[in-house]
């Protein structure tokens, strides 16, 4: 067995039940813990949105931090991977979906809790994450479990997640739009050759990765305070766009998405092959993988927040989660269902996700590409620079802020998004995935350990 296979056997046996069901029985466990926060608090929690609240330690106000946090979730997989999961499991994927972020709701507030319950400001700096709630909150003896989480988390922005898999992503979409294919302009490295556009998709995204990484999560804030809401915004006006226009089909699809999630094979057909278990582990994944509840990432973010209060933290983190699942990946999937682009056999999801807007979006086609390879762009390069903060915040944690390291981080963390247009990514995004998993092991067990001390 090589490195190759052995990664897909580990994704398929992590991903394929045991740690999605992990995740979603910690999420329910959190739920009855804290009496149906995400519920009895969801008002509160959207509201704070409108406050203006940045008292207390830290280095950003708590709206950045959210913008942040949502920079680095809201990316490609809730357009391509949304559209592969209902693909792959069928209409009722979704809403296996919605389950998953309902219940992860309740993780995410008690990751945001014990970020600023236990941060730390040093040099003037404010951190936390699931580094130091083990360390802090668990005691010294598990701090192999809060390097462990350190260096996975290392690894998976650096391999994959933050950086190839993204850029690729640009670059597919652009050369895509541009019909690159049929464009004579190419550039040759030796015997190989690369299209112009795909040249010039890289050199861009590693030039701006780099000016925003040079500035830190200051600059990273800033950025996504900007990008964020106008990319969101955008994305759900097309969407609404596409499912009004086929508004007939509304009702219809709902009814598929109660009905085939239960018994995927009456309604779909024992052809198509989908099973009641592909629907559940396509929506259950599908959903760990939008919203990142329970992964640990988050709370790297949610410790820079100015705040004093744990408990308000907690539920602008689990805000993220109603954005990123129940808003954005909730309108793909309706899209997606209402024009009916998933029904054809052998095509990807970014396939199936460009063929719903150019079909949908008032039939037009040219506009829709435009505005389809715009959200993909911009939807990739915030996740690029949301998982550069989390990435090095690892860094930090195993280096104690060497600022050597962190500029060898930032060096290759720009080159890793300028390779990443020039690399076959299935291996490496089964990579990213394995990291994941090594990620949310230890932060599973830093969340259960410590849930006594998590209040609403």
Known sequence: MNFTEFLYMADSFLWGGPLALLILASGIYFTIKLNFLQVRKLKEALLSLLRKND?????????????????ATIGTGNIIGVAASISLGGPGALLWMLAAAFFGMATKYAEGFLAVKYRITENGETKGGPFYYIELGMGKAFKPLSYFFAFSGLCASLL??????????????????????????FIKFGNVSFSSVTVACA?????????????????????AELTVPFMALLYISLCIIVIAGNAEKIIPSIYLVI???????????????ITLREALRQGLSGGVFSNEAGLGTSPIADASAKTDSPESQGLLSMVSVFIDTFVICTLTSLAVLVTGSYKEGGMTGAEIAEKTFETGFFKGGDVASLLFTL???????????????????CLSYITKSDKRGIRAYRFLYTLAVFLGPFISVPTVWTLAKVMNAAMAIPNLIALLFLSKRIKS
Not at 160 to 185: C, E, H, R, W, Y
Not at 207 to 213: D, E, K, M, R, Y
């Open 375 to 393: 959200c993909v762009v911009l939807f990739a390069f915030s996740t690029i620079i949301g998982w550069s903060c989390y990435g090095e915040a």
């Open 203 to 223: 050199i861009l995204a590693a030039v701006l990765s780099g000016i925003a990484l040079v500035g830190g999560i200051k600059r990273i804030s800033r950025i």
């Open 55 to 71: 008292k207390g330690e830290g280095e950003i106000s708590p709206f950045a931090s959210l913008c942040t946090s949502l920079s």
């Open 160 to 185: 994959g997640m933050g950086t190839l898999v993204q850029s690729n992503a640009i670059a597919d979409a652009v050369g895509s739009f541009l019909k690159d294919n049929n464009n004579p302009d």
């Open 259 to 273: 009905k085939s999630a239960f018994s995927p094979e009456a309604v779909l057909g024992a052809a198509s092959g």
